[in-house]
Each structure stands twice: as structure tokens, then as C-alpha cells.
């Protein structure tokens, strides 16, 4: 990369070109303008090392500044708004985000849809020969179980004479 420069250093040799005068924290800059190597072996408290990283950080600054005078920040999409900080894991925020249900979620709505259709096809009372429809939904139950993240998710299997109860932990 010797013979290459990238635009983050054009930009900073420009700037530093324009800000002649320019000091950091006291030290005055190098004469020399033109780019030098990286050195092989980079100490955090080295000399160069700091002097770099106080050229960078006065260069955005300048940066961040100029485009602050010029209004680049006055059309920004969500100014003036909270942001809204992400709790928990990160995972799960983005899956949210793209509207993405784990399949024990989406085998927790179909069971309850069930339910629910069980329940009004045989209002009041469920008869006996719903004992088919009963057991379909109870094999749902324990797939759904089997699924769960924790066994504090798992709920019962659903029996004839206390549906209407049962139901109600499904809602």
C-alpha cells in the first residue's frame, strides 16, 4: 500500500495543507507531507502512535464541525426523536425487527387457532366424538412442548371435561 493512498488520507493531508498553523495540543507538525509507511511494529505509547491518533482525532472533529456549519445534519431521518435502544439480545431485536416467528411460537398460535375452532364448532359442549380432534390438538401440544426454549413454556395436554378451562391458558 506504499504507492496508494486512500481518501481518508487525501482528505487529512488536505486539511492539514489548508490548517497550516495547525497544532495538536502543542506539537507542531511535521514538515514532510508526504505519506510514510506504517512502521512493522506499532506500540500503543509510542510517539508516533499518539501523534497520529491526535492528528485523526482534530482532523474529524474539523470534519464533523464543518459539516455541522454546512447543515449537513439538519435533514436527518429520526432528528429530534429518541433512539430507540435495542434491550436484551441482539439476536432477537433484529429477528423482531424482520418480523421473524421461532416455529414453537408459530405452532403456539396454530394450536390456539384450534382451540378456538374446536370450541366453537361444538359450543357448548364438547361430545364425545370430538375425542379425534381432541387427541390431533394434543399431539400439536407435545411437539410444542418438545420445541419450547424453557420448561417454564410448557403447558398441558388438553382433556374433554376441562376444555373450556384449558382453553383459557392458550389466549
Known amino acids: 500500500m506504499q504507492g496508494k493512498k486512500t481518501v481518508g488520507m487525501v482528505l487529512m493531508n488536505n486539511w492539514f495543507r489548508r490548517n497550516k498553523s495547525a497544532k495538536v495540543e502543542g506539537t507542531p507538525l511535521p514538515a514532510s507531507s508526504g505519506f510514510t509507511p506504517a ?68 405452532l403456539q398460535h396454530e394450536i390456539r387457532d384450534d382451540i378456538r375452532a374446536l370450541l366453537k364448532k361444538y359450543d357448548p359442549d364438547l361430545p364425545p366424538t370430538a375425542k379425534a380432534e381432541l387427541d390431533a390438538i394434543n399431539k400439536k401440544i407435545a411437539r410444542y412442548n418438545a420445541t419450547v426454549p424453557t420448561p417454564i413454556l410448557q403447558k398441558g395436554k388438553l382433556h374433554i371435561e376441562s376444555v373450556h378451562e384449558q382453553a383459557k391458558k392458550w389466549e
Do not use: Q
Open 39 to 106: 512502521p512493522r511494529v506499532v506500540s500503543e505509547d509510542s510517539v508516533s502512535t499518539i501523534l497520529h491518533a491526535r492528528r485523526m482525532n482534530s482532523w474529524l472533529d474539523e470534519a464533523y464541525s464543518d459539516c455541522e456549519k454546512s447543515g449537513g445534519f439538519e435533514h436527518l431521518e429520526g432528528r429530534g426523536k429518541p433512539v430507540d435502544i435495542p434491550v436484551g439480545d441482539a439476536l432477537n431485536s433484529i429477528l423482531k425487527n424482520a418480523s421473524y416467528l421461532p416455529s414453537w411460537l408459530e
